[in-house]
């Protein structure tokens, strides 16, 4: 096939065409220039077509222009060959205009969905890192909106993984007055930046007591409170579940509330022997029943108990077998830690992690210990 004939037939269809006549200047012409298709004959003077079509896909600008191939009648092998590496289509010399305007037509709309899927691609990519980015600021917001650990008459520590979604897990703990610790953990429904912002303002809610009329005293008031003042369809249809407990100090006794949480779990020693018990109600989530009455219970704490509160990406956990762990599992694992000393979370979190094998859990993993001597 002429170069020039081909060239006209090309302009002719509306193309903007650039005829080079050896491989070392088309190579060279393809790193100069942005286009969008090419026709390449096998048999060139320099570089052949084999040697270019090779040279363009090992380059990693050259590699998605696509390339039909110019060959003789009786070069069917060759043909074949270049296709496998890579090549979209090929003309025979004795070219028809027809036939020409049909594979170039092809190749040029599906590069174009090409094109097309590379940008949606890109911007995908780049709405995820935009997002990454997003969950790991919010996430290092709400940990710096987590008490420190608290030392003296009651100890506290605790560990928060957030999970690479974010969920919605925030905790508290401070003293009231000089009688009165108060301490929660709630969990909001769902994950990433919406479920984040409702947990967190539930949290400054419950830190600066602003929910009126309400005895912070009381664990079912303030449940009872924040269910009227949060409800479902106002909220995005999340909804979460709490544990909010009050110790007094001088009669050792924890009067706490639950609404749809894990129960928290108090571990005291007996006769040198571990004894755990769960601190729980079968009371409704926060957000589905506006006229929801809550219980409050009582507990005392044994001399030199640990309470532990936390969510339920604790131990909702898939452990490396596949299987997932049980509750009755981590109940063992909180009671059989050291019960003289620091504090445990940071063990508890190492176990359980060392069983899942993974560096970040699906939900958020938060743990919270209170050491009650």
Known sequence: MNRDIL???????GHRVMAVENGYLALQTLKNYVFDLV??????????????????????????????????????DSVA???????????????????LKARISACLTKKRFRDQEQRYLLA????????????????????????????????????????AKLGGDCFDYHWVDDDHLMVYLLDVSGHGIGAALLSVSVMNVLRSQGLPQTDFMNPSAVLGALNHNFPMEKQNNMYFTI?????????????????????ALLVHQDHNLPVI???????????????YFYETKKEIIPLDSRLYLFSDGAYEVKKANGKMMVFKEFMNIINFQPHEGGGNTQSIYNQIQGLAEIE???????LLELIIP
């Open 124 to 163: 995908l990519l780049e709405s995820k890192i935009t997002l990454e980015k997003e969950l790991g600021e919010a996430a290092e917001y709400v940990k710096g909106l987590l008490p420190r650990p608290l030392l003296g008459e009651v100890n506290a520590d605790w560990v928060f993984a957030p999970s």
């Open 7 to 13: 060239t006209r037939h090309l302009e002719r269809q």
């Open 360 to 366: 970040h859990f699906e939900d958020d993993f938060s």
């Open 277 to 291: 018990s769960e601190l729980t109600t079968t009371d409704l989530i926060i957000g589905v029943d506006m006229d």
């Open 81 to 99: 060959h270049c296709i496998s590496l890579g090549a979209e289509d090929y003309l025979p010399k004795t070219f028809d205009p027809i036939l």
């Open 243 to 263: 544990w909010y407990g009050i110790y007094h100090k001088p009669t050792r006794t924890m009067k706490y509330a639950s609404a749809g949480a894990p129960p």
């Open 39 to 76: 026709l390449l004959d096998i048999l060139m003077p320099g570089l052949n077509g084999y040697q270019i079509l090779e040279k363009m896909k090992e380059d990693e600008s050259l590699r998605h222009i696509p390339v039909i191939m110019i060959s003789a009648l009786d070069e069917m």
